[in-house]
């Protein structure tokens, strides 16, 4: 069965994926949901330098220190990048990359670039930053259960920016890896 690796989008941890351990375990399969640094069981860590290289080493090292093969690589969310980052340095442990709803970018894309945001519109995330690097939680989707809204709302976190500003560094040539794409609508 798989290990399924799976990376939580901007202002969440792996808590978010709690509900789906049993699912996936019913069927054989193994989740790891690493919780990114900064964000989480590991807020205390959060600094101005933490940044998009940060998490894809997060990642980089959980695969390693679990000594993981032949992973299913999910990306969720602003995460798609940390996904691509990952990938690219663990080619020959990744068997499949899933992005859910998830940003693809290519080499250099920040996730700003992937939003499209006009310079007005980064100056006021920058402008209304947390002591200047820290952006406050987007709320959740508006058909999220008051269950949910209950239980996630006290766990989501200020996103250091720079984790959406710094551009993703790929290895040129394509990644040989199947890429599958979940775009998820209501």
């Avoid at 990359?97 to 310079?119: K, Q």
């Avoid at 930053?129 to 006290?154: C, F, H, Q, V, Y």
Wanted: with cysteine.
């Amino acid at each position: 069965m798989a290990d399924i690796v799976v990376v939580h989008g901007g202002w969440a941890g792996g808590w978010a994926w709690k509900k789906m351990r049993p699912l996936l375990a019913t069927l054989g399969h193994t989740l790891w949901a690493p919780t990114l640094t900064g964000l989480g069981e590991r807020a205390h860590l959060a600094n101005p330098s933490t940044n998009l290289e940060t998490h894809i080493q997060d990642v980089v090292a959980a695969i390693e220190i679990e000594y993981l093969r032949s992973v299913v690589l999910v990306g969720h969310s602003s995460s798609g990048l940390v996904a691509a980052g990952t990938a690219d340095r663990l080619r020959e442990r990744i068997e499949q990359i899933v992005y859910l709803d998830a940003y693809v970018p290519r080499d250099g894309d920040c996730l700003f670039d992937l939003l499209g945001l006009p310079a007005q519109a980064l100056r006021g995330i920058e402008a209304n930053a947390i002591e200047g690097w820290k952006i406050p939680p987007r709320d959740m989707p508006p058909d999220t259960s008051p269950e949910d809204l209950a239980w996630a709302t006290p766990r989501r976190l200020p996103q250091p920016i720079r984790t959406f500003d710094t551009p993703v560094r790929l290895r040129p040539g394509e990644l040989e890896i199947p890429k599958h794409y979940i775009y998820c609508s209501r």
